[in-house]
């Protein structure tokens, strides 16, 4: 198993940057995918970004904005988000899967005003 906990969320004005931060502990090398997912009040979970070790993928909707990434020396993903917009607002959730299955971390708020 895995244990992921976010970090770095909060209020920030249209246009701003936030970086987030997802630690992970427990059966890391069995990790295949990382990803960032988002869930907005009535609406349901969708993806973010994911990363492989090969490569990385991202929601039409944060393409060039979004940059998700790992440092494998600290067991940590980031999801740096520039240019951020109202529609960007939301809980984000750090997501790992394996051949053991899935495991999400408990989410962090991240609100952009506008």
């Known amino acids: 198993q895995v244990q992921l906990v976010e970090s770095g969320g909060g209020l920030v004005q249209a246009g701003g940057s936030l970086r987030l931060s997802c630690a992970a502990s427990?059966?890391?090398?069995?990790?295949?995918?990382w990803g960032w997912y988002r869930q907005a009040p009535g609406k349901q979970r969708d993806l973010v970004a994911t990363i492989t070790r090969s490569s990385t993928n991202y929601a039409d909707s944060v393409k060039g904005r979004f940059t998700i990434s790992r440092d494998n020396t600290k067991n940590t993903l980031y999801l740096q988000m520039n240019s951020l917009k109202p529609e960007d607002t939301a809980v984000y959730y750090c997501?790992?899967?394996?051949?053991?299955?899935?495991?999400w971390g408990q989410g962090t708020q991240v609100t952009v005003s506008s």
């Open positions: 997501h790992a899967r394996g051949p053991y299955g899935a495991n």
């Open positions: 427990g059966s890391i090398r069995s990790i295949l995918t």
